[in-house]
């Protein structure tokens, strides 16, 4: 499935059953601080293809990977480790990222 948003295409999703709930719970969570972030997540989520338990997609990334993306209104490529909030991004590093990510 492929979505347009202001004249772009978005990339289809693919989440494993353990990712799906676990990104579910977060948009539950952020329901009442964040609503307008909540409520972002969850319409992503909606339109994912989830995977059933214990199957993970060969050719995706998933949450622990590492991955380069390219910011098209600040000019840059940004390398990153999709974590969830208050993970480490490597245990040397101790810190996490957390940014809105646009597809290359």
């Given at each position: 499935?492929?979505?347009?948003?202001?004249?772009?295409?978005?990339?289809?999703?693919?989440?494993?059953?353990?990712?799906?709930?676990?990104?579910s719970?977060?948009?539950?969570?952020?329901?009442?601080?964040?609503?307008?972030?909540?409520?972002?997540?969850?319409?992503?989520?909606?339109?994912?293809?989830?995977?059933?338990?214990?199957?993970?997609?060969?050719?995706?990334?998933?949450m622990?990977?590492?991955?380069?993306?390219?910011?098209?209104?600040?000019?840059?490529?940004?390398?990153?480790?999709?974590?969830?909030?208050?993970?480490?991004?490597?245990?040397?590093?101790?810190?996490?990222?957390?940014?809105?990510?646009?597809?290359?």
């Amino acid at each position: 499935m492929t979505l347009r948003v202001a004249g772009r295409k978005k990339p289809g999703i693919t989440l494993s059953a353990t990712d799906h709930e676990r990104l579910s719970q977060l948009a539950e969570a952020a329901a009442n601080p964040m609503p307008d972030v909540a409520a972002e997540l969850s319409e992503e989520l909606d339109r994912a293809h989830v995977l059933p338990k214990g199957r993970h997609a060969v050719d995706a990334v998933s949450m622990g990977s590492e991955v380069e993306f390219r910011d098209d209104v600040a000019g840059r490529v940004q390398t990153v480790i999709l974590v969830y909030p208050n993970e480490p991004t490597s245990p040397k590093e101790g810190s996490r990222s957390s940014l809105p990510l646009e597809p290359p």
